[in-house]
């Protein structure tokens, strides 16, 4: 029962129909979903270009980028309600296929739904899990009054971030070396202890070295360096050279270096064979199966997860527990409220990703939050992050923002 997990003082809730107490809730406990509605809506990025689906975002002076995301707000009959946001479209399409598994579901049973979705969904991704899921440990930290954090046995820690940069461009942002080394130690003197860089997708293996060696010579030793060509380096040689680059300047990890859209585990053991480097690959492979695959048939060293993308908190969790028992890392990939609860309530991880950010654009980090941000002044001095402390995910969503951006979306309900 959940009054058994941690009496709070009562509060009375005004609700549109009914009144309950916090007690009354606590010893109902089984709030049933009667409605969801998913929003897909657009977020303008000042002078950055790149696809809508914010994969290869770059700077561009004077464009105004579109990125699409989307939001999913869950109600139950007892009032409380769960949110998210920060998802592909993509998974609010796939949400259509499954809604109507989740209707009436208690909304505390989120292991059951995803359990029940993921063997729905198993013709596909199973990318739809991830928001409704989110937004659950949302209702739940509500319910309970406690940050998700705590809900997942956790007390709230500092999270180390490092700077994640839009892709290169050859418009006067980040399209040198010098350019990159020059920001990785803007990046430093702000506090970040890591930095990343997202290369030029257009097949320049000299400039790609030269960026490693520069950037190393200008930080210094005590900077966590990886470099991340997105799946753009067009042959197996050219990641090995960029990799025995990383070597030559002690980088922390590379990744998903290849054309193989990040999904060759014969060609990453390859490179782990080839190169002293960590590897980091299966950003780009979904689910618990696959991705443990990756890991115990050693094609890398660790292991990629994003609970917006990987069935939610409840499966990015098991994926942080399937690297423990091997006795490797994960890696959280990309930022969001749910990604520093997470973080916080893992031991092996290394870094919170900041991404993705520019000496001259605004952060993709999509500021819809109205206590909440991202971006290069997000962190504290000694570049840390910390997850919210308010109930549930903690970050009120600026609603007005999404209504007034949106494109698309559905409601669903009994
Ligand atoms: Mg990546």
Avoid at 302 to 317: C, E, N, S, W
Wanted: net charge negative; proline share 5%.
């Amino acid at each position: 029962m959940a009054c058994r997990l941690r009496p709070k003082q009562v509060q009375i809730l005004i609700l549109p129909t009914q009144i309950y107490t916090q007690t009354e809730r606590l010893f109902m406990a089984t709030p049933s979903i009667t409605r969801i509605e998913t929003f897909e809506f657009n977020v303008e990025l000042r002078n950055i270009c790149g696809s809508r689906h914010g994969l290869g975002l770059m700077y561009s002076p004077g464009e105004n980028g579109i990125v699409r995301r989307s939001a999913m707000r869950v109600e139950t009959d007892t009032g409380l309600s769960g949110e998210a946001a920060g998802q592909l479209i993509m998974a609010t399409r796939q949400f259509e296929m499954i809604a109507h598994m989740v209707l009436g579901r208690n909304a505390l049973h989120r292991n059951e739904l995803y359990h029940d979705l993921y063997f729905e969904l198993r013709q596909h991704d199973a990318l739809a899990i991830g928001l409704l899921d989110i937004c659950l440990w949302d209702l739940a930290g509500k319910l309970y009054e406690s940050p998700v954090y705590e809900l997942l046995g956790s007390k709230l820690r500092p999270l180390p971030a490092y700077a994640s940069t839009y892709h290169g461009d050859r418009a006067g942002g980040l399209d040198s070396p010098k350019a990159y080394a020059d920001f990785a130690v803007e990046c430093k003197e702000l506090g970040f202890t890591g930095f990343k860089i997202h290369g030029w997708l257009d097949g320049d293996i000299p400039g790609e070295i030269e960026t490693i060696l520069a950037t190393r010579d200008s930080v210094g030793d005590d900077m966590a360096l990886m470099i991340d060509p997105a799946c753009a380096l067009p042959t197996f040689a050219d990641a090995l050279r960029v990799g025995q680059a990383c070597d030559e300047a002690s980088f922390f990890w590379i990744e998903d270096p290849f054309p193989d859209g990040g999904k060759s585990f014969h060609a990453h053991q390859l490179l782990r064979d080839k190169v002293r480097t960590p590897v980091l690959m299966s950003e780009y492979i979904r689910g618990l199966h696959l991705k443990t695959e990756a890991a115990i048939s050693k094609s890398t060293d660790l292991l990629r997860v994003d609970a917006y993308q990987d069935g939610g908190i409840t499966g990015a969790l098991k994926l942080a527990h399937v690297a423990e028992s091997l006795g490797i890392d994960v890696e959280i990939h990309s930022h969001g409220p749910a990604h520093r609860h997470l973080m916080t309530a893992i031991r092996n991880t290394n870094f919170y990703e900041m991404n993705l950010v520019h000496p001259d654009a605004e952060t993709s980090g999509v500021n819809i939050y109205k206590n909440y941000k991202e971006g290069l002044d997000a962190i504290d001095p000694k570049g840390n992050v910390y997850a919210p402390t308010e109930p549930g995910l903690g970050a009120e969503i600026d609603w007005d923002y999404i209504r007034s951006h949106r494109v698309g979306g559905t409601v669903y309900e009994l």
